[in-house]
């Protein structure tokens, strides 16, 4: 029940993956709750978020299945010497989904068109000139710049092409590197969602946040067109530069933040190598709903020991970053995920779950390095691998 002295029990800013999860699933478990989004554009953004099938539990996939509209049962890597069928499932979530859903589920608790001005933990002040007062606030708006990450960046522009016929493409292309590799290491994400449909996005892993849409437009042309695709229209163009962490002090980017709950990139909660967040996503949502006390200062703490937790335990994947970006050739980026894609499925599905085996770490930096020996020597060195083993 809402207390007199303030205007909802959770606040949530910012309309995003993390916080949309968050009130929805606060819906599901604590009803009695008030809890209201105040997002300045459109809930849920101009985004797909995809994720792979093991990387959810269970009883995680039974409460997002409304939310997801695009699903298959395997997918496909193609490298300029490695071509293969992964057999793990794959399955997307649009942004026009997860409004309908959440819209739906919440109405008038979801205020959008309106910018915040300043946030505390238990106010948000809009640009209307109105001041809510919440228990908590929990601000996902998103990944901010941070002097206590060290980041590179997957950069990418992708659209959704309706073609003139069929392009008879029956699974996903997570990763096409057969083409031109620059800025870094590059590839193209294909995703078929209907016989005519495809959503294409050029991606590059670069050291620089810098996006030019019309030379990535023009790539997805020359892309269509070498398949032998050829484009009706251009039904919907979405772009996005995503955090790929290298390194930090997890413990000062949580002190910056003075005591503010963040949800989502603005809590460093994504796949280190990947990416991906909607995984950690929901698995916040569900810490957040099975709260007895939805205070700011205990929402805080959890979050962020939540957060801290979870980086401290992916620290390997930090070290493999560091040898995609600091011990090859922008050019010869590629060779590392061609490497890696060589080792078997339900290895590469811990990978993407981010739940590996000692014996996979040991497995994944087997085998003749992809990379120049003495680079990868300095570069693992100088993450600690040799101290650490792959603890």
Same mark, same amino acid.
């Given at each position: 029940? %809402?207390?007199?002295?303030?205007?909802?029990?959770?606040?949530?800013?910012?309309?995003?993956?993390?916080?949309?999860?968050?009130?929805?699933?606060?819906?599901?478990?604590?009803?009695?709750?008030?809890?209201?989004?105040?997002?300045?554009?459109?809930?849920?953004?101009?985004?797909?978020?995809? @994720?792979?099938?093991?990387?959810?539990?269970?009883?995680?996939?039974?409460?997002?299945?409304?939310?997801?509209?695009?699903?298959?049962?395997?997918?496909?890597?193609? @490298?300029?010497?490695?071509?293969?069928?992964?057999?793990?499932?794959?399955?997307?979530?649009?942004?026009?989904?997860?409004?309908? /859903?959440?819209?739906?589920?919440?109405?008038?608790?979801?205020?959008?068109?309106?910018?915040?001005? !300043?946030? %505390?933990?238990?106010?948000?002040?809009?640009?209307?000139?109105?001041?809510?007062?919440?228990?908590?606030?929990? &601000?996902?708006?998103?990944?901010?710049?941070?002097? !206590?990450? $060290?980041?590179? @960046?997957?950069?990418?522009?992708?659209?959704? *092409?309706?073609?003139?016929?069929?392009?008879?493409?029956?699974?996903?292309?997570?990763?096409? *590197?057969?083409?031109?590799?620059? &800025?870094?290491?590059?590839?193209?994400?294909?995703?078929?969602?209907?016989?005519?449909?495809?959503?294409?996005?050029?991606?590059?892993? *670069?050291?620089?946040?810098?996006?030019?849409? &019309?030379?990535?437009?023009?790539?997805?042309?020359?892309?269509?067109?070498?398949?032998?695709?050829?484009?009706?229209?251009?039904?919907?163009?979405?772009?996005?530069?995503?955090?790929?962490?290298?390194?930090?002090?997890? $413990?000062?980017?949580? +002190?910056?933040?003075?005591? $503010?709950?963040?949800?989502?990139?603005?809590?460093?909660?994504?796949?280190? %190598?990947?990416?991906?967040?909607?995984?950690?996503? /929901?698995?916040?949502? &569900?810490?957040?709903?099975?709260?007895?006390?939805?205070?700011?200062?205990?929402?805080? %703490?959890?979050?962020?020991?939540?957060?801290?937790?979870?980086?401290? +335990?992916?620290?390997?994947?930090?070290?493999?970053?560091?040898?995609?970006?600091?011990?090859?050739?922008?050019? +010869?980026?590629?060779?590392?995920?061609?490497?890696?894609?060589?080792?078997?499925?339900?290895?590469?599905?811990?990978?993407?779950?981010?739940?590996?085996?000692?014996?996979?770490?040991?497995?994944?930096?087997?085998?003749?390095?992809?990379?120049?020996?003495?680079?990868? /020597?300095?570069?693992?060195?100088?993450?600690?691998?040799?101290?650490?083993?792959?603890?």
């Amino acid at each position: 029940m %809402t207390m007199p002295d303030r205007d909802c029990d959770i606040a949530l800013v910012g309309g995003g993956l993390a916080n949309g999860l968050i009130a929805w699933r606060l819906r599901q478990r604590r009803p009695e709750l008030l809890v209201r989004i105040f997002e300045a554009g459109a809930i849920g953004g101009n985004h797909t978020w995809s @994720f792979h099938a093991g990387d959810i539990s269970a009883e995680t996939a039974a409460w997002l299945e409304p939310f997801v509209c695009h699903r298959w049962s395997d997918y496909e890597v193609r @490298f300029p010497a490695r071509r293969r069928v992964i057999g793990t499932g794959y399955q997307s979530v649009t942004s026009e989904r997860f409004r309908q /859903v959440l819209s739906a589920t919440l109405g008038d608790a979801i205020e959008t068109g309106f910018a915040v001005e !300043h946030l %505390t933990a238990n106010t948000v002040v809009l640009a209307d000139g109105r001041t809510i007062r919440a228990a908590c606030v929990i &601000d996902g708006r998103g990944f901010t710049p941070t002097p !206590h990450l $060290q980041l590179g @960046f997957q950069k990418f522009l992708g659209q959704e *092409a309706e073609l003139a016929a069929p392009h008879r493409l029956v699974r996903p292309i997570i990763m096409d *590197a057969t083409v031109p590799q620059r &800025d870094g290491y590059r590839f193209v994400y294909v995703l078929p969602l209907s016989t005519t449909r495809l959503l294409v996005e050029d991606t590059y892993y *670069a050291d620089g946040p810098d996006l030019d849409p &019309d030379r990535l437009r023009t790539s997805i042309d020359a892309y269509l067109a070498s398949h032998g695709w050829q484009m009706k229209a251009v039904e919907r163009e979405e772009h996005g530069v995503l955090p790929i962490a290298l390194g930090g002090d997890i $413990q000062a980017f949580w +002190e910056e933040k003075q005591g $503010q709950p963040s949800s989502g990139l603005a809590a460093a909660l994504f796949h280190p %190598t990947t990416g991906y967040s909607l995984p950690d996503a /929901v698995r916040l949502a &569900d810490c957040i709903a099975a709260l007895p006390d939805i205070a700011s200062p205990s929402v805080f %703490t959890t979050i962020r020991d939540h957060s801290i937790a979870t980086w401290k +335990e992916r620290s390997y994947f930090r070290m493999l970053n560091k040898l995609l970006f600091l011990a090859g050739e922008p050019a +010869e980026r590629y060779r590392i995920l061609e490497h890696f894609h060589r080792l078997p499925d339900g290895l590469i599905a811990r990978f993407y779950a981010g739940r590996l085996r000692l014996s996979d770490k040991l497995r994944i930096l087997s085998g003749k390095p992809p990379v120049p020996v003495g680079r990868a /020597v300095r570069v693992l060195a100088g993450a600690g691998f040799f101290r650490r083993a792959v603890a």
